[in-house]
């Protein structure tokens, strides 16, 4: 979702809420178990971050459950960054919202 989206979700809320321009909410991709260690995630999220980064927006975020270690060390390899640490609004799990800078020093500017 991106910048002005109607969507309700309230973790898209805390994003939208961060002072961020040019950037999108990425609520979840996920890889069914059978089917993970195959690469098919590293191809989504590095298709992603090349075309969101050609498209010129500056940040990428999302959250991911603080007892999901094998997500958050996905995550750091693709450059994430904890913002803030809280609650998931929706299911009520302690999570870690991240954020990518697509645009090196982009968050210097908040």
Known sequence: MGE????????YKFHSEQGYDEWIYMDR???????????????LYTYLIEKL?????KFLC?????DN???WRFH?????????KGMDLV???ESNFLV????PGALKSL
């Open 62 to 66: 999302a959250e991911v459950n603080t």
């Open 29 to 43: 991709i996920v890889v069914d178990e059978d089917y993970q260690s195959m690469s098919i995630g590293s191809k």
């Open 100 to 103: 990518k800078e697509l645009v």
């Open 76 to 84: 750091q390899r693709f450059g994430f960054k904890i913002r803030e």
């Open 91 to 93: 299911t009520g799990h």
């Open 4 to 11: 002005g989206s109607d969507y309700r979700s309230p973790n």
């Open 53 to 57: 980064t050609k498209e010129k927006f």
């Open 69 to 71: 270690e094998g997500s």
